[in-house]
């Protein structure tokens, strides 16, 4: 018997924050939810922040993804975008980690390449390509809820082929042991 198994893509932001649900039988991709998180009615960012966390423990909560894979940030011109877009990942990672939840993280141009073959497509052509392949009627408004899909359905074409980050408290402390104070 084929095991579903259920990945949530997660693309971290500071104003938006795109996710993306799928389950996986065999082969047989099939989308379940994906949408945005709207952070910029928040004032400040530590709310922001609080806000990326819940939403994602709630996502955790209803789905029970088996695993969770991001977008890992790109370097950018702005030092302080790069350090709250950083922020972003890193409590969305918590929030996963909060739940035993496996996490691993994907470099911007892997996820594309993994979707389209091409490492330098635009949202749009990831956007198509997902539409196809998990039947999508409609490209959303925000692009950030593909851009999400587009890191699940990566980590399933990788499957899990890549450097994993800790998949637990309690194993990134056996890890790290010196990490623990």
């Known amino acids: 018997m084929v095991k579903e198994k259920i990945i949530l893509g997660l693309d971290p932001g500071t104003t938006v924050m795109g996710y993306g649900i799928i389950s996986v039988t065999g082969s047989k991709l099939s989308l379940l939810q994906y949408g945005v998180i709207h952070l910029s009615k928040y004032e400040g960012h530590e709310l922001k922040l609080k806000k990326i ?3 994602v423990l709630n996502l955790v909560d209803e789905y029970h993804p088996d695993e969770v894979a991001l977008e890992a940030p790109f370097y950018g011109k702005n030092v302080q975008s790069m350090l709250k877009l950083g922020r972003a990942q890193g409590v969305a990672m918590s929030a996963a980690l909060y739940r035993e939840v496996p996490i691993v993280e994907y470099a911007p141009k ?11 497509a635009s949202k749009e052509q990831v956007a198509k390509m997902l539409m196809t392949m998990l039947s999508i009627k409609e490209l959303p408004k925000l692009l950030d809820a593909t851009d999400a899909l587009a890191v699940a359905v990566c980590h399933h ?7 994993k980050t800790a998949g637990s408290w309690t194993s990134f402390l056996k890890e790290n042991p010196h990490r623990l104070q």
Do not use: C
């Open 157 to 163: 074409f990788q499957k899990g082929k890549t450097t």
């Open 53 to 55: 966390f819940d939403r």
């Open 110 to 120: 892997k996820v594309k390449q993994s979707v389209t073959g091409n490492g330098n």
